[in-house]
């Protein structure tokens, strides 16, 4: 699981020390050696688990899927974000952090409660 590119959907090995990683990133976390540049790459669907080769000069539009699955493996790249947020403790225990919209609470127009009026006027 690759912790810089959130939503890889292949694994390359590389042509150096021939070792999978997701990216380039992990290669250089893990590896002592730079990695080598290469135009034939091989390529690890993570939806099927096949292996097979792409040549980088001759990348058309219809290589940017998988050949045995049809898995889209060419997208954006989603890394991670530093966010700002509450935390809390596990809502299946604690669930008082949550708000549930469909719950509303009884809005009261009058001085007093109408659900208490029969034992105040008496």
């Known amino acids: 699981m690759c912790k810089h590119v959130l939503n890889a959907q292949v694994a390359i090995r590389s042509p ?7 990216c380039a990133e992990c290669h250089a976390e893990t590896a002592d050696h730079p ?3 290469s ?6 669907c993570k939806k099927c688990k096949k292996c097979f080769r792409k040549d980088a000069r001759e990348f058309e539009d219809s290589d940017e899927y998988c050949p045995r699955c049809d898995n889209h493996f060419v997208l954006d790249a989603m890394t991670p974000k530093p966010s700002l947020q509450v935390e809390g403790e596990d809502v299946r225990v604690d669930a008082r952090m949550l708000k ?3 719950v509303q609470g009884e809005q009261q127009r009058s001085i007093f409660d109408v659900k208490d009026a029969a034992d105040r006027l008496g």
Do not use: S, T
Not at 16 to 22: I, N, P, T
Not at 39 to 44: G, H, K, L, S, T
């Open 39 to 44: 135009f034939e790459m091989v390529f690890a």
């Open 100 to 102: 549930d919209d469909r």
């Open 35 to 37: 990695l080598l540049q």
């Open 16 to 22: 150096c020390c021939r070792k999978w990683f997701d």
